[in-house]
């Protein structure tokens, strides 16, 4: 008997530290890839970079996650989610409110891994508030589910 809340929580860092542990590997072996056809890459740029996508990995994650609570069906629940998503997607090229959006996150760690300046805070602020309102979003409604 396990609280239902536990459970998502508990499916949400399971399924993120699937992500995190592909992200190191991949990462890994981006940077031996390209230390061995160019030059090391600056550490601390990459490590951004790749922390940078994982929160925007955990983001998509998080919305998944509620959508499979609102829907019973997979199908369903994966056509809401690349729903949301290119609605997310679209609505961060609109000029200027485009910052504000996760897509700014990729772009943001781009910038960071080429030396170039600029940050994008607000995307990720608002990123960690998808998560936040995701989760508890999931939580709400699966409280008043029948299983």
């Known amino acids: 008997?396990?609280?239902?809340?536990?459970?998502?929580?508990?499916?949400?860092?399971?399924?993120?530290?699937?992500f995190a542990g592909s992200l190191v590997l991949s990462g890994a072996g981006a940077f031996y890839y390209t230390a061995v056809l160019f030059e090391p890459p600056d550490i601390v740029k990459w490590l951004e970079l790749?922390?940078?996508?994982?929160?925007?990995f955990l983001i998509h994650l998080?919305?998944?996650?509620f959508c499979s609570t609102v829907s019973r069906s997979n199908v369903a629940a994966?056509?809401?989610?690349?729903g949301i998503a290119v609605v997310l997607s679209a609505a961060g090229s609109i000029p200027n409110l485009g910052d504000y959006f996760p897509g700014q996150l990729t772009t943001w760690g781009f910038m960071l891994a080429?030396?170039?300046?600029g940050s994008y805070w607000p995307a990720a602020g608002i990123g960690l508030g998808l998560i936040l309102a995701s989760l508890?979003?999931?939580?709400?409604i699966f409280q008043r589910q029948e299983l």
């Open 136 to 140: 508890l979003g999931a939580w709400a």
């Open 114 to 117: 080429v030396g170039h300046g």
């Open 1 to 18: 008997p396990l609280p239902r809340g536990t459970f998502l929580v508990a499916k949400f860092a399971a399924l993120g530290l699937g």
């Open 62 to 65: 998080a919305i998944t996650l």
């Open 78 to 82: 994966g056509a809401i989610a690349l």
């Open 50 to 56: 790749n922390g940078l996508m994982l929160l925007f």
